[in-house]
């Protein structure tokens, strides 16, 4: 479900990613970050590999969300919901987990560009859910 707008790409309700910029360009594992606008990015880790994260503001963003997003921009590596009120559902996570791509809220995506395997970062609310539902 779309946030502000209710068309694809979904955009910032502010019309910009400057936090999420910030905090990626803070970030002692990021090399570099270029934008390739409407909230896609290009962002090359200190360890050297590309990561093309798609930013979005859904209200609630599932598998039908991320099979849109795929569809209509290709490959991803990362999607990351660019809102405090928002949010992805556990199919959703799970689905892209399965698929190797990661979907974090902005705070998460920090924890798990530590990892090389970051598409299955897991905070420990996701990791307590998770054991008891499978």
């Known amino acids: 479900m779309a946030a502000r707008n209710e068309n694809f790409p979904w955009t910032s309700h502010y019309g910009h990613y400057r936090y999420f910029e910030g905090q990626m360009n803070r970030h002692g594992k990021v090399a570099s970050l270029i934008s390739q606008g409407d909230g896609l990015y290009e962002l090359t880790r200190t360890q050297g590999d590309r990561l093309r994260v798609f930013i979005c503001e859904c209200y609630a963003f599932g598998v039908a969300e ?17 809102s405090m009120w928002c949010g992805y559902t556990p199919d959703a996570k799970s689905y892209c987990r399965e698929s190797k791509v990661g979907l974090f ?30």
Request: avoid cysteine; aromatic fraction near 14%.
């Open 105 to 134: 809220k902005v705070g998460e995506f920090m924890g798990a560009l530590h990892h090389t395997d970051y598409w299955l970062y897991l905070t420990e609310e996701e990791k307590e859910y998770f054991e008891k539902h499978g």
């Open 66 to 82: 991320y099979i849109e997003t795929v569809d209509r921009i290709g490959e991803i590596n990362v999607i990351v919901i660019n």
